[in-house]
């Protein structure tokens, strides 16, 4: 689509890195895999009322998919769209894998502490969201299911998973309109079931971008009638 | 889909507690009792969440569940885990075979994306576990997380699908919870009247425990 766009800001979140902000109503937010291989663990909140959280059982169901790709709308709770998935050059973003904890992590890539490591020390995806939800007055209670933007986990007929690898390459992007002010959490750390065994979490950049009108949000408003409903349900927000 | 009957008999059990269709329960289970919830007439989805009462903020987490068994679908030799990476309880009988943690709980809000606007006033599990929790005090809206649904349906497909397919139980058919901690168990007993996860027609369920 050649929507006129601004772009507002640029910035790269490096591996094991995380951040929140609010995505503020008409806009909209770009993630590129920088290197490839690239995983990024996204919350999302009505920045205005935080109780009402990213939903991803409401969002699967309701457009009867697993994986999530261009054409798709994050839900709250309250039967609203936080995000639209306008753009998608990977194709597959999961929903099921979730982020470790810190025990986890040692468990898998050993210890790795900040005395001998400084900021390469081992973080994990649970305490980088909860660090910055705790910014934002969020709690333990906050932190529910996550979506992992770049990866792919595959559901056999018997229902075990399989991890792909290379799911997403150097500068694929996926691109998040917000149709609400959304606070988005996110941190940019490996897929918990990613395979390689070395602790190795990838950059991700962001790309904030004004775009003229929700035009860009048609594909997702008619992409299925439960989405249409969830555009109409969010535009009451603003009666 | 393994099937693992229990040899836990009725007779031998400390509670008996119906719950009529449509509405919610809140009880505890302690450490080292048997739940056993039943599906009394068939095609029931038996909304479920699992909290520590030791700390409610300790509570069932799907993901690490699933990544942690490599599966999608819970049966006898599920293990429930915490957000807190504790396992919680484990399934130890199962005569339906498959049940479902990613399809969460109808609520009036998405009644109304999923199937009409004007569904929203219908009767939800989202508003009996709002209730259960405000009335017991220890549970408010913050943390009513995502679900597990006892013997619902809901394959996901290799292309990534996910269906709402009519159920796999049947009258009768139960599945048996044993208790590694100390739980809070909140349960609708779902009313929802739009799909077929329980056959359009809601019908009570039954706990049974064992010490």
Redesign the interface.
Known sequence: MNELRTTLYETIVPGGGHTSFVLKRGQLLRLTDLEGGGNASVLLFNAAEK?ERL????S???Q????LTAGHCL?S????VLAAITADSCG?HDS????L?A??VQEKYGQGRYQELRNGFFRNGADNLLVEMGKWDM????????LNLFSRV????????RFATGNSRAGDYVELYAPMDTLVVLTALQH??DPNPQYAPKPIGLTWQQVASDGISVLCRTSRP??G??F??TERLFI | MPIVPSDKHPEACISRTLIPAGEPSLTELKAGQTLRILDLEGNQAVDTLFFSAANP?E?Y????T??KQ????LSAGSVLWS???NPMLSIVADTCG?HDT????C????N???Y??DKRYMHSC?DNFLRASLHDGRLS???I??NINFFMN?P?????????EDGISGAGKYVELLAHMDVIVLISNCPQLNNPCNGWNPTPAELLVWN
Do not use: I
């Open positions: 109780s939903n991803l059982p409401d699967l169901k309701c009867h998919t697993v994986k839900y709770d309250m039967g609203r597959w099921l894998g979730g982020v904890n025990a986890e709690r333990l209670q906050d932190l529910l299911m996550c595959d559901v056999d007929a018997d229902g075990c998973f918990p079931m439960e989405n409903r969830g109409h349900n | 903020r509570r987490d799907v993901q690490r699933l990544r490599g599966q999608v679908y957000n807190l990476g498959r990613l399809g969460g709980a609520a009036q809000e998405s109304t994306v999923r009409a606007l989202r809206k913050a943390d997380g995502h809901v996901v497909t290799a292309e990534g699908g996910l269906t709402f």
